[in-house]
């Protein structure tokens, strides 16, 4: 009895090898189908060429110029200076061509310079000053290159850069800033003659603007060259541009 059983049941799976799988239809479906399963990747493939739109639609990633801009803007606003830099160098990266790109190269300098990292922004400004000349920005970059200088107690270059400036800017009211700066760099080294002489040669028009006359009252005293006290502390802040030298 037991080896009929054995029989039997070597028979049946003898047969359960051997039998091929079957398509059963039922209501319109297909169930369990060999066939079925190997056709099923084809179909997937095909309907992929014949169709691509949607899947393209579903992976494709749009970067708006303005949106993006603004989204650097914002990390800016709020000091996060870092996060603005790399929003700023992707604005640059998808928009090369895009008018604010030159601003975007400006604001990667200020960045740097608000972070106090004064040497990425030296070459951040240098790179505006190469690319785009005589543009505005470009004019704006070398004061703050110079001042990038100052921050790191570089005077030399800091007047060297301003000096530069002064060589090839035909404008009076840049001019009459650079002689401004340079005053204060010589006055922040106690070269009181070079400073005298850098003020001097400010333009009558604009001597009012930088409020020469009562910056020349505080020289006279010598103040300010003795002791840093509160008085000289607000004369600093309220003559355009000095309030960083203190």
């Not at 993006?68 to 990266?93: D, L, W």
């Not at 270059?157 to 009076?172: F, G, H, V």
């Not at 006279?220 to 309030?243: E, H, M, Q, S």
Request: net charge positive; glycine share 6%.
């Amino acid at each position: 009895m037991n080896c009929g059983c054995l029989l039997q049941s070597s028979t049946t799976e003898s047969k359960s090898v051997m039998t091929p799988s079957k398509t059963m239809i039922s209501g319109g479906t297909v169930k369990n189908s060999t066939f079925t399963k190997c056709l099923l990747p084809v179909a997937i493939v095909i309907l992929s060429i014949l169709y691509p739109g949607p899947v393209a639609a579903q992976t494709s990633i749009t970067i708006d110029a303005d949106r993006q801009f603004e989204f650097a803007e914002s990390y800016f606003c709020r000091g996060e200076y870092y996060r603005a830099i790399s929003e700023y160098e992707r604005f640059i990266h998808f928009f090369p061509q895009e008018p604010r790109a030159e601003l975007a190269m400006y604001k990667i300098g200020l960045s740097y310079f608000q972070g106090k990292q004064f040497r990425q922004a030296i070459a951040s400004f240098d790179a505006v000053i190469k690319k785009y000349r005589d543009s505005e920005l470009s004019l704006k970059s070398y004061f703050k290159v110079s001042e990038c200088h100052v921050g790191l107690r570089e005077f030399g270059p800091a007047l060297t850069t301003l000096d530069n400036l002064l060589a090839m800017e035909p404008d009076q009211d840049t001019k009459d800033e650079a002689y401004y700066r340079r005053g204060w760099i010589y006055l922040e080294t106690d070269a009181m003659e070079k400073a005298i002489a850098s003020f001097d040669k400010i333009s009558p028009k604009n001597r009012d603007i930088y409020r020469l006359k009562r910056l020349s009252e505080e020289i006279n005293k010598k103040k300010f060259l003795k002791t840093k006290n509160p008085t000289v502390a607000g004369l600093l802040a309220v003559i355009p541009g000095a309030g960083h030298l203190y």
